[in-house]
């Protein structure tokens, strides 16, 4: 069972990047989703995450109206699409699924305890 993320790389500030996630070794399309980052010297933080319905979307205030999440008809991949990156953006990018929202979500992820966690793709923006 595994996470798998891709799309990450090199870009410039104010320029898009598109990350997926794809599920596989198990059905996904009844957990929630999401993303978290990490940039060198600081600690996780949430970005996103959508319930197994997709009906609606948590998002950090850092990325709304930039950052937009979205899962497949599926349910077993999940797309992060960032636009008007900015050098704080820099960071490596995880993809996450449980069967709970809420231990994916503000305001309290449990980091320690979410099922499944991606290896984490990088994603750098520079000026």
């Known amino acids: 069972v595994q996470l798998l993320e891709s799309g990450g790389g090199l870009v410039q500030v104010g320029g898009s990047l598109s990350l997926s996630c794809q599920g596989s070794g198990r059905d996904f399309s009844r957990y929630a989703m999401g993303w978290f980052r990490q940039a060198p010297g600081k600690e996780r933080e949430f970005v996103a995450s959508l319930p197994w319905t997709a009906r609606s979307m948590y998002i950090a205030d850092s990325v709304k109206g930039r950052f937009t999440m979205s899962r497949d008809l599926a349910g077993n991949t999940v797309f992060l699409q960032m636009n008007n990156l900015k050098s704080e953006d820099t960071a490596v990018y995880y993809c996450?699924?449980?069967?709970?929202?809420?231990?994916?979500?503000?305001?309290?992820?449990?980091?320690?305890?979410?099922?499944?966690w991606g290896k984490g793709v990088l994603v750098t923006v520079s000026s």
């Open positions: 996450v699924a449980d069967p709970s929202l809420e231990a994916i979500s503000p305001p309290s992820p449990k980091y320690d305890a979410i099922d499944y």
